[in-house]
């Protein structure tokens, strides 16, 4: 008897109806894992941007923190510095950042102060741009040379030795330097200022004056510079002085016999009649013109005063009591002003004596 031959059970299985292709499979789970390196990506680069522009570490102490970046210091030396200095978290991201924004060739060294919780952004910024810690240095108008140098030699933050330079050499201002600059690049500074200064009132000077060069002028007003303090006063005195030296008269400036005497440092006492009378080249009541240098630097206001002074008859000047200065055109008028300041000075002696025996 024959039979009909069965099917095969593995032809007559049929697919389950939700099963996917395989190449469908391969896709969606291509996309899914698209899908996860997305969002790994995205929340890669928020940790950039708030590593990159968030707030960075805050200070053991207080609301700054200073670092010191040497010269020459390429990108990673920087990174690390930074790193270790504790204002940035990452060197890795800083120099990344740096590469990424063209910053790493255009970085600065030098002295920076940054504040608590500065962005990475921030400090990349500055470091560019060179914003760097500038420090001054102050020289008072009528300060001598010696004095000048003796300031920048006492500056822990300035490097290097320098001398005196000649008196009056150096323009008395407020000048800016940076941490470990040279005090000979700083001095250098104030006298190229003095120069510049000097030679721009020269050429503007008024006509017929006594002063035959420059150096004259610097001398004249560095005498003036040491005769007062009053800003205002300064072209009174350059006119008497310059008065004086078109009538043949000798200066009589207590301060050039001071200068003759001891460089300039104060007496702590008035001047004596011996010390008035003894010869020096400084002593300008005993010379005629002015002395051989300037006893001082002086600033700007007496410089222009002397080059260009305000008409004037007066020949005579003496303290008034109350800072300032009396002047007077006669000598007959100047004697009545110095008998007034001589009772000044006894009633300030007499006080002086009452309040010692008070003690």
């Given at each position: 008897m024959s039979r009909k031959p069965r099917k095969s059970a593995?032809?007559?299985?049929?697919?389950?109806?939700?099963a996917l292709p395989p190449a469908r499979r391969f896709r969606i789970i291509l996309g899914s894992a698209a899908a996860?390196?997305?969002v790994v990506a995205v929340l890669v680069l928020a940790w950039a941007l708030w590593s990159y522009q968030g707030p960075g570490p805050a200070t053991d102490g207080g609301e700054t923190r200073v670092v010191m970046l040497r010269k020459g210091a390429g990108l990673t030396e920087i990174a690390s510095t930074l790193e270790r200095s504790g204002a940035i978290r990452s060197k890795a991201l800083f120099a990344a950042a740096a590469q990424f924004t063209g910053a790493a060739k255009a970085l600065k060294a030098g002295e920076y102060e940054f504040k608590s919780r500065a962005s990475l952004a921030s400090i990349l910024r500055d470091i560019r741009d060179g914003k760097i810690v500038i420090h001054q240095v102050t020289i008072p108008e009528g300060m001598t040379s010696e004095a000048a140098v003796a300031t920048l030699m006492a500056r822990p933050d300035l490097s290097g030795v320098v001398a005196a330079p000649p008196e009056g050499s150096i323009l008395p201002e407020t000048y800016q330097y940076e941490r470990g600059e040279d005090r000979s690049a700083v001095l250098k500074r104030m006298m190229d200022a003095r120069?510049?200064?000097?030679?721009?009132?020269?050429?503007?000077?008024?006509?017929?004056?006594?002063i035959k060069t420059p150096?004259?002028?610097?001398?004249?007003?560095s005498i003036v510079e040491k005769e007062t303090g009053i800003a205002s006063e300064r072209p009174q005195v350059a006119a008497v002085f310059v008065n004086r030296l078109r009538k043949g008269m000798r200066l009589e400036s207590d301060p050039t016999i001071i200068y003759g005497l001891n460089g300039g440092k104060p007496l702590g006492r008035g001047l004596r009649a011996s010390e008035m009378a003894q010869p020096n080249p400084y002593n300008t009541y005993q010379i005629d013109g002015l002395p051989p240098t300037p006893i001082?630097?002086?600033g700007r206001a007496a410089l222009a005063a002397v080059l260009d002074p305000p008409a004037s008859d007066h020949?005579?000047?003496v303290a008034d009591g109350s800072g300032g200065h009396v002047f007077a055109a006669t000598y007959d008028e100047h004697l009545k002003n110095v008998a007034k300041w001589r009772v000044v000075e006894k009633q300030r002696a007499d006080a002086a004596l009452q309040q010692q025996g008070g003690r």
């Open positions: 593995a032809r007559g299985r049929r697919k389950p109806s939700g996860t390196l997305g120069d510049e200064l000097l030679a721009l009132l020269w050429e503007k000077r008024q006509p017929g004056l006594p150096d004259e002028a610097v001398t004249l007003a001082a630097n002086p020949l005579f000047f």
